[in-house]
């Protein structure tokens, strides 16, 4: 089987010897049993009857009374050879087998090291023979260049061509690799479009070189018909021990420069930098977040609590907030980690779906009553692939009413598109579900939403009621968002209250509903029973705690 540009033979590693190679223990077997015949045939016939002397001798005493012994003599020679070829044809047998097993070994190992498709050597090929050249280097000095290179656009050519055209691409790159390097190179198929080109006694700059020559072969029309389509490609180039200290930085810098190349415009050859690795981990960490809540999502790796929300007239529940936590096998120890993680990894939309779904399907199976809290971020209502036939779906599916469910947008982020904000609101409000405005208070885009978007809800932050409430300026605040949600006939709520001041406040300023710690813990399976406001305010008159405030 012919090699293209493979590693020497004299490079591989040989048949094991002292395994299989039993040459030498036949031919000394051979040369044991032909040793005994002769020792027991021809000697002892020599020395009993005398045949030196006896055939010199007349006829008459030639046959004499030996001759009968000398014919069983014979005999047993002839019987002791018939059985050493006996003994010997299995073992002749065995060889004719061992050098059978050694040639389809050889065979085997030989096909496993190369690309069926290029006949370039593989991606096993390719790491022994990097092995081989980095401890050659290490051992005698010398520098060695890697290159890795990356069809650009390949997947569009397998999509819209076919995978025939594909694969006649890939046999036109092999070729037009292997027609412009150097004898001593060697150039390796590592994956689907990936291709290694190892050039020993060369400087990365220098490799650099061919490389640009190559790209600009390919570019051209170099090979006519060999190929489908003109390519390109994108390659990184880095050198031992001049930028790696070993085999697996070398590997990982020529796939840095390689990488870089590939976002930065493509179509190019770069010799590595530190910069390419820091780009190269920063992609990478995104990529692995992204993949993290890709699986997150799809598994639904998510638990649903939900914290109530209370009358503030008298103490009966009007509803819940859902929330989500991640499950430890989620990999996020914490909402917060989880959402910031899906922001960073673009994957916000995704991510506020699957919540959606885990808190209306628990809420269905928990058969929880009044209006369902679901917190959505400004960005998925923004997104182009926000789509309302996705929730509708999942509440036909669970069986929750729409008119039950409220979508909480939070105020903490900014709006970027607030036209395409309020076209999403208005096709909720359209399919029956209502808007809150949640955080309230957290910042200014919690203002301009609300100047901007009229609610259905306001949910006021609870920096504003914890401690805050007790100040002047917040206090003003609390009473300027009250009215405004009063003009609205819209509900407002107290996020945060956690203590018996902060209850009485709230409820001392007109404030419709309220939810915090000391009205309810966000839990799976909730109270729907009513709660006794008066016994967990602790005043006897609301202005009490007014007073107490302003002092």
Same mark, same amino acid.
């Given at each position: 089987m012919q090699r293209v540009n493979m590693a020497d033979d004299t490079d591989r590693p040989s048949f094991d010897p002292a395994q299989f190679d039993a040459t030498g223990g036949l031919r000394l077997a051979r040369l044991r049993l032909r040793l005994v015949v002769v020792s027991v045939f021809v000697m002892p016939f020599a020395i009993t009857s005398? @045949?030196?002397?006896?055939?010199?001798?007349?006829?008459?005493?030639? &046959?004499? $009374?030996?001759?009968? #012994?000398?014919?069983?003599? =014979?005999? @047993?020679?002839?019987?002791?050879?018939?059985?050493?070829?006996?003994? &010997?044809? $299995?073992?002749?047998? #065995?060889?004719?087998?061992? =050098?059978?097993?050694?040639?389809a070994y050889e065979q085997a190992r030989e096909d496993s090291l190369v690309d069926p498709l290029t006949k370039l050597g593989n991606h096993r090929a390719f790491q022994e023979e990097l092995d081989r050249q980095v401890a050659t280097a290490s051992r005698y000095g010398g520098s060695i260049s890697l290159v890795i290179v990356d069809l650009d656009s390949f997947k569009k050519v397998?999509?819209?061509?076919?995978?025939?055209?594909?694969?006649?691409?890939?046999?036109?790159?092999?070729?037009?690799?292997?027609?412009?390097?150097?004898r001593s190179d060697r150039a390796f198929r590592t994956g689907g479009d990936e291709f290694a080109i190892l050039m020993p006694q060369t400087k990365a700059a220098s490799a650099a070189i061919p490389m640009t020559r190559l790209l600009a072969a390919a570019l051209g029309d170099a090979t006519p018909g060999e190929r489908t389509v003109p390519f390109s490609f994108s390659a990184g180039v880095s050198e031992f021990p001049g930028q790696a200290n070993d085999r697996n930085e070398l590997l990982r810098y020529a796939d840095a420069a390689m990488y870089w190349a590939k976002r930065h415009g493509r179509t190019a050859v770069h010799v590595f930098e530190p910069a390419h690795l820091a780009a190269l981990t920063a992609d990478r960490a995104t990529a692995e977040t992204s993949t993290a809540i890709e699986r997150v999502a799809a598994r639904r790796l998510l638990r649903a609590v939900y914290q109530p929300i209370v009358d503030l007239g008298d103490g009966s529940i009007i509803g819940f907030e859902g929330l989500v936590r991640p499950l430890p096998e989620s990999g996020f120890s914490n909402p917060g980690e989880l959402f910031e993680a899906a922001e960073s990894a673009g994957r916000t939309t995704e991510l506020d779906l699957a919540c959606l779904e885990t808190v209306i399907a628990g809420a269905a199976r928990l058969g929880l009553t009044g209006h369902l809290g679901l917190n959505l971020s400004p960005r998925t209502l923004e997104?182009?692939?926000?789509n309302l036939g996705a929730v509708s779906a999942i509440l036909r599916q669970h069986g929750v009413d729409p008119e039950r469910c409220v979508i909480e947008l939070t105020a903490r982020e900014h709006v970027e598109d607030l036209s395409r904000l309020r076209h999403s609101i208005e096709a909720l409000r359209a399919a029956g579900l209502r808007v809150a405005a949640d955080d309230v208070g957290a910042g200014n885009a919690g203002l301009r939403l609300l100047s901007q978007i009229r609610f259905d809800i306001v949910k006021i932050d609870l920096s504003l009621v914890q401690g805050g409430a007790m100040r002047d300026t917040s206090f003003e605040i609390l009473r300027t968002l009250r009215d405004l949600a009063v003009r609205w006939q819209a509900l407002v709520v107290a996020e945060g209250v956690e203590t018996p001041e902060q209850l009485v406040v709230v409820r001392a300023l007109g404030l419709t509903a309220a939810q915090g710690y000391l009205l309810g813990r966000p839990t799976e399976n909730p109270s729907t029973k009513p709660i006794d406001l008066d016994r967990l305010g602790g005043f006897a008159n609301p202005l009490e705690a007014l007073v107490g405030a302003s002092a």
């Open positions: 005398g @045949i030196f002397g006896r055939l010199t001798a007349p006829a008459e005493a030639f &046959l004499g $009374p030996d001759i009968a #012994l000398d014919a069983l003599i =014979v005999v @047993i020679g002839l019987a002791i050879a018939w059985m050493s070829h006996k003994v &010997l044809e $299995p073992a002749e047998q #065995l060889e004719r087998a061992r =050098v059978l097993l050694s040639d397998n999509d819209t061509m076919g995978h025939a055209a594909g694969d006649k691409l890939l046999h036109a790159v092999a070729a037009l690799i292997v027609g412009r390097i150097r997104a182009p692939e926000f």
